[in-house]
């Protein structure tokens, strides 16, 4: 809305209905692009954390083409916000939602409660759980973007923090040759970093993010879709037209991100497992300690190292070195009063030791308050 007002309604109508109107045209612009249009419904389970989602996307349903049916579940007409559900819920517990009953390979997604991050999720035949973060919303995200883009010049980085999963950035990196920058915890963080390039794709591994694009590729794709003879080229310019007009480039929207990811899907005709398949997760726990002064860890290298309280980075390098693929690293929450732990390792058992006893070397030099943690 401030962004619609601020350029005189070029960004968009600044009204509800100027927005639902803007996301549902670039979307049914983009599906018609695709391959197999025509070819049924695509239907999408979304859990809306009992949050302010299922209200708008409750109202913005009429917009929506008949090609994409979405289905509502925790909209907070049973439950109270983000119990037992939520984008965080599923990310943290690698579990599904509640309230949301997924047949095999479904293809479903949670918001959080104010509807700013999405992840994904589906359950395979044998009923195993499978997650689909940030850090492969964005990898997706790459993949198709960096394609349209081949033949211009533009610049393009994928922005991550020290939580993107090891593995993403290897997939990025070394398979999609897309450079990659670790920036602090925190949007604007990572929005700035994005700033810098004429394609910025920024996720925090929570769901959170979006895609920002400069001024001179924005001018350059719109003067291609209108000039460009060669008619694949002029395609392409009109999806990365629609892609622009898809996106909420001034934040992170589950609404927009969710109408992008599934126009990429329809676009590549890729399903839930395919897109899941492009890499294989390391396996990894996200932990919280209690201290008393959470000020007496203080970070350094895009927090991945602590350079307070003595003694602390000594002793998670050395507990890192007993497993293999393995990572850690603790920083002091911005929004909670705890030390938070993330740890990584070739397997969910080895991730979970190394993550538990990070969190008693805190405990211990970093001023613990209470029990000390428990094994996982
Ligand atoms: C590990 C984690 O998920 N941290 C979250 C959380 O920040 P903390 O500083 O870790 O409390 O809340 C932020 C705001 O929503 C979000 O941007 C960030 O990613």
């Given at each position: 809305m401030v962004c619609c007002q601020n350029t005189q309604g070029q960004y968009g109508k600044a009204t509800l209905e100027g927005y639902y109107g803007k996301l549902s045209k670039a979307f049914m612009q983009l599906i018609k692009q695709s391959p197999c249009s025509g070819e049924g419904q695509r239907h999408l389970k979304i859990d809306c954390a009992n949050g302010i989602?299922?209200?708008?996307?409750?109202?913005m349903k009429p917009y929506f083409p008949q090609?994409?049916?979405?289905?509502?579940?925790?909209?907070?007409?049973?439950?109270k916000l983000n119990h037992l559900c939520g984008a965080d819920f599923?990310?943290?517990?690698?579990?599904?939602?509640?309230?949301?009953?997924?047949?095999?390979?479904?293809?479903?997604?949670?918001f959080d409660g104010d509807?700013?991050?999405?992840?994904?999720?589906?359950?395979?035949?044998?009923?195993?759980?499978?997650?689909?973060?940030?850090?492969?919303?964005?990898?997706?995200?790459?993949?198709?973007?960096?394609?349209?883009?081949?033949?211009?010049?533009?610049?393009?980085?994928?922005?991550q923090t020290?939580?993107?999963?090891?593995?993403?950035?290897?997939?990025?990196?070394?398979t999609l040759k897309v450079p990659v920058?670790?920036?602090?915890?925190?949007?604007?963080?990572?929005?700035?970093?994005?700033?810098?390039?004429?394609?910025?794709?920024?996720?925090?591994?929570?769901?959170?993010?979006?895609?920002?694009?400069?001024k001179t590729a924005e001018t350059k794709i719109r003067q291609l879709v209108k000039e460009e003879k060669d008619d694949e080229k002029r395609e392409a310019a009109?999806?990365?037209?629609?892609?622009?007009?898809?996106?909420?480039?001034?934040?992170?929207?589950?609404?927009?991100?969710?109408?992008?990811?599934?126009?990429i899907l329809a676009l590549k005709g890729l399903t839930v497992q395919q897109w899941d398949a492009l890499y294989a997760d390391l396996p990894n726990r996200l932990l919280k300690v209690q201290v008393a002064d959470r000020r007496v860890i203080d970070?350094?290298?895009?927090?991945?190292?602590?350079?307070?309280?003595?003694?602390?980075?000594?002793?998670?390098?050395?507990?890192?070195?007993?497993?293999?693929?393995?990572?850690?690293?603790?920083?002091?929450?911005?929004?909670?009063?705890?030390?938070?732990?993330?740890?990584?390792?070739?397997?969910?058992?080895?991730?979970?030791?190394?993550?538990?006893?990070v969190s008693l070397a805190v405990f211990h030099l970093a001023g613990g308050k209470g029990a000390p943690p428990q094994p996982i």
């Open positions: 989602g299922a209200l708008k996307l409750s109202e090609e994409m049916v979405i289905h509502i579940y925790n909209d907070g007409t049973k439950e599923v990310k943290v517990h690698q579990k599904p939602p509640g309230g949301l009953d997924m047949k095999p390979n479904e293809r479903c997604c949670s509807a700013d991050r999405i992840v994904y999720y589906y359950k395979d035949t044998a009923g195993h759980f499978h997650l689909i973060d940030g850090d492969k919303i964005a990898t997706l995200i790459s993949i198709f973007l960096k394609e349209l883009i081949v033949k211009q010049d533009f610049t393009m980085a994928v922005v020290a939580y993107a999963n090891g593995n993403s950035t290897r997939y990025l990196q070394e920058h670790c920036v602090k915890t925190g949007v604007k963080h990572l929005h700035h970093k994005a700033q810098e390039f004429d394609v910025g794709v920024y996720f925090e591994a929570n769901g959170h993010g979006t895609v920002l694009f400069s009109k999806m990365l037209e629609n892609m622009i007009d898809l996106i909420n480039q001034t934040v992170g929207d589950a609404v927009s991100d969710m109408l992008v990811i599934e126009a970070t350094t290298d895009a927090e991945r190292r602590a350079l307070t309280p003595p003694g602390l980075q000594e002793k998670i390098d050395a507990l890192v070195k007993k497993y293999k693929l393995s990572r850690a690293f603790v920083r002091p929450s911005g929004t909670e009063d705890v030390v938070r732990i993330y740890a990584e390792a070739d397997t969910q058992e080895n991730a979970d030791a190394l993550a538990h006893e």
